[in-house]
């Protein structure tokens, strides 16, 4: 399922925080569905303050010590990224990792699922996905299980909001001649995004333990 949500897109352009970003080195996101360095990310929230601190801890036989708190990154700092901040503003939730993730022009993100994240698999996390750079060459599909072949293809819109069920088989194509550039934010589900998205399958007790992390800090 990918739905948009309804909250006002980003109406100001982003193209100078795309641009920006074209400066950056990424970190290479290691899977088994993508090649080299088709698929990297920059985080701007997580757990670490460097921007290449794009894993959370037992994600990806990551090294992150558990205790790790989540904090904003250095590229807060920067006058660039305060559209940034105008986004996540519009967003009803606390969040956990909120990440930059590039597929290279030219590349694909082979058919998976997110369910080696426990907190998505489990609702307690759902994830929102914001285009900083796109065209209608990107196609993100989605399939209701992992034997469909056929799965129902979208084009997502820069500065618009949606929530993507990526606990579901999802495969990304980039077939521009640009770099595509999401903001994904990792959002702790409460009442106003069940009301938004659609997901009502929480767990309580494990939605309760997330938050107290989160407010504490």
């Given at each position: 399922m990918i739905k948009?949500?309804?909250?006002?897109?980003y109406k100001n352009s982003l193209e100078k925080v795309s641009t920006f970003l074209d400066n950056f080195e990424f970190k290479k996101v290691k899977t088994?569905?993508?090649?080299?360095?088709d698929w990297t990310a920059l985080s701007f929230h997580g757990y670490g303050s460097h921007p290449l601190d794009i894993l959370k801890p037992g994600v990806l036989k990551s090294t992150v010590k558990i205790d790790t708190?989540?904090?904003?990154?250095?590229?807060?700092n920067l006058e660039e990224m305060k559209p940034i901040l105008e986004i996540l503003d519009k967003l009803p939730c606390r969040y956990e990792r909120v990440?930059?993730?590039?597929?290279?022009?030219?590349?694909?993100?082979?058919?998976?699922s997110d369910k080696i994240d426990k907190d998505i698999e489990s609702k307690k996390i759902v994830r929102i996905?914001?285009?900083?750079?796109?065209?209608n060459d990107v196609i993100f599909t989605l399939y209701e299980n992992a034997k469909d072949k056929q799965g129902q293809d979208h084009n997502l819109k820069t500065g618009h909001f949606y929530y993507t069920d990526v606990s579901k088989p999802h495969a990304v194509q980039n077939n521009s001649k640009e770099d595509r550039i999401h903001l994904v934010v990792d959002c702790l589900l409460n009442s106003q995004l069940m009301t938004l998205t659609g997901v009502t399958a929480w767990q309580g007790p494990v939605f309760m333990i997330a938050y107290?992390?989160?407010?504490t800090q």
């Open positions: 948009e949500l309804n909250i006002e897109p088994k569905y993508t090649k080299g360095d708190k989540l904090q904003y990154t250095t590229l807060i990440r930059f993730m590039k597929l290279t022009k030219g590349k694909v993100i082979g058919k998976h996905h914001i285009p900083i750079r796109t065209n107290e992390v989160c407010i």
